[in-house]
């Protein structure tokens, strides 16, 4: 049993280096979750896998159900999960294929199943979101970053966007006022959901594209995000690597 899990983002269907144990299908009261949660061995520590957007990467950020993939993550004893995930840089630091460590989170999100506390309640629950990633998984994940010489960023505030259309030059100047550093389709609900399940979260992103209209070019292209995700795709490996056992 392990008590770890990784989210995959774009990038990340599939770990390399993990030695699959099994594959586990979850049914849960919130649907299903994105794919079956793979068990195995990273760097020589037991953890558990999903991939958000499905094993063949066919769910859009929207279409995500974050509460079910939580859920059954909670469910077979997960209590730490680090997600990774593809994200706009918008300050200057935030090059493309760099890796950044999250601290703050800004919601732009809608009309997302983003609670577990609702329908027929014994009680309201408003639970605290002051820093919506976890300190001591942060630490780690920073840690293991520094020791494996990433050139990582350490701080900086997730603005999490509806999808699945890439922002305007506009919307990104308006998040950049207010004080976003990176733009990605899936940091919300998923932040919050773990809140409410109290699982330890925290997030490594990794810059695949200059937000719009932050880089040289007018356009952003796929091919772009691919080369970029592999580069930082890359660094997450050794971060995990440097990370184990956790
Ligand atoms: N915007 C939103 N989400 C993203 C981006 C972006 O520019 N790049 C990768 N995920």
Redesign the pocket.
């Known amino acids: 049993m392990t008590n770890v899990a990784i989210i995959g983002g774009t990038g990340l269907t599939r770990l390399s280096g993990l030695e699959i144990i099994h594959r586990e299908v979850i049914h849960t009261p919130y649907g299903e979750p994105s794919g079956p949660v793979t068990h195995g061995h990273l760097f020589g520590r037991e953890i558990a896998f999903i991939p958000r957007h499905g094993p063949g990467h066919t769910i859009p950020p929207h279409q995500v159900n974050y509460r079910a993939n939580l859920w059954a993550l909670q469910h077979i004893g997960i209590t730490r999960v680090i997600a990774v995930a593809?994200?706009?840089g918008i300050t200057p630091e935030m090059k493309p294929a760099r890796l950044a460590i999250p601290d703050q989170i800004i919601d732009y999100t809608w009309s997302r199943a983003h609670t577990y506390f609702e329908g027929s309640l014994s009680q309201v629950t408003h639970v605290d979101f002051t820093e919506p990633y976890d300190r001591a998984l942060r630490s780690a994940m920073i840690a293991a970053c520094d020791s494996a010489k990433l050139g990582q960023m350490n701080n900086g505030t997730y603005g999490a966007?509806q999808?699945p259309r890439?922002?305007s030059r506009a919307e990104i100047d308006r998040m950049s006022r207010d004080g976003c550093d990176l733009?990605?389709?899936t940091g919300m609900p998923e932040a919050g959901l773990a809140r409410e399940l109290e699982l330890a979260y925290a997030t490594c992103a990794v810059v695949?594209?200059w937000?719009?209209g932050r880089g040289p070019d007018a356009t952003?292209t796929m091919e772009e995000?691919g080369r970029n995700l592999d580069a930082g795709m890359s660094d997450v490996a050794r971060m995990l690597e440097a990370l184990m056992p956790l």
Do not use: K
């Open positions: 593809a994200v706009g966007t999808g890439l922002e733009v990605g389709m695949a594209n937000a719009a952003i995000v």
